[in-house]
């Protein structure tokens, strides 16, 4: 009986260890994506598109030059992915973690590549 019990309880530790994996978080915010375009020497004033369109959690509008850019933030990288499920332009966009990158700008691009 003895041998039973312990038995089903390596069961249950064994069961238990396996779920408690725990989802990567992400450290990156949109205030850092706004600090790597300002330590690149870009000035401007940040404005807010209408994110909730696409699902997102929040975002930031601003111009380099003639060039809009808009950074979405996701709660997570799967609300991410569902949301482009839903809006096919949104694959086109690049992304970084639970961030999207909505311009035509190449600077932007690489300094939105760059932050980690």
Known sequence: ???HIL????VLI???VGCGKTEKTDSRTLDGFVKAFEDQGYEFEIDKPI???INAEDGVMFYIGN????IYQYKSEKDLDNAKKENDLLSEW???GKFLL???SEEAIE???SVE
Do not use: G, P
């Open 67 to 70: 060039s809009a850019v808009k």
């Open 51 to 53: 994110y909730s369109l």
């Open 94 to 96: 690049l992304q970084n």
């Open 102 to 104: 909505e311009t035509n």
């Open 14 to 16: 064994t069961t238990l």
């Open 1 to 3: 009986m003895k041998k």
């Open 7 to 10: 038995l089903l309880m390596l």
């Open 111 to 113: 300094i939105f590549k």
